[in-house]
């Protein structure tokens, strides 16, 4: 528990980093060294290039020597449980084992556990 409190306050603090957005969103995920990683959405004039929170956790977490990670956590100001899009499922996949836990929040005290099997099952992960 204490650990998925620790995601929280790190995800909730990356809900002002979101960049350019109307809709906030944080994310925090633990590498295997432990350390845990913060992401915010980072949206772009050009929509598809928009950067997911969970993405931009995961990716910081790689770029700073991480090739794995244990749990993730993302949070939202929605009404239920945040859901992560399809592509950050595909990227969750690559980075997690399929039964690492993926805690699904909001701002209110929502807090779904689910596993990254759970939330795509049938992942294409050939080059693992
Ligand atoms: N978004 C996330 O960052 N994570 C999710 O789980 C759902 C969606 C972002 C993408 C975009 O910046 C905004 O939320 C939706 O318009």
């Known amino acids: 528990m204490a650990e998925q409190q620790e995601l929280l306050t790190v995800a909730t603090a990356m809900l002002d980093k979101a960049y ?7 994310a925090a995920a633990v590498g295997a060294s432990g350390k845990i990683y913060g992401g915010c959405n980072i949206e772009n004039a050009s ?11 995961i990716f910081s977490g790689i770029a700073a020597g991480e090739t794995h990670f244990t749990a993730l956590l993302v949070t939202g100001n929605t ?24 805690y699904l929040t909001n701002q ?3 807090f779904t556990a689910t596993t ?9 992960t050939d080059l693992n």
Do not use: M, Y
Request: aromatic letters at 10%; hydrophobic letters at 45%; glycine letters at 12%.
């Open 20 to 26: 350019n957005s109307h809709f906030h969103v944080g």
């Open 108 to 110: 209110k005290g929502a």
């Open 47 to 57: 929509f598809g290039a928009t950067n997911c929170a969970e993405r931009t956790a």
């Open 116 to 124: 990254v099997a759970a939330i795509l099952p049938g992942a294409f």
């Open 79 to 102: 009404d239920g449980p945040i859901a992560p899009c399809g592509i950050c499922r595909q990227v969750i996949a690559e980075f997690f084992d399929a039964d690492a836990p993926i």
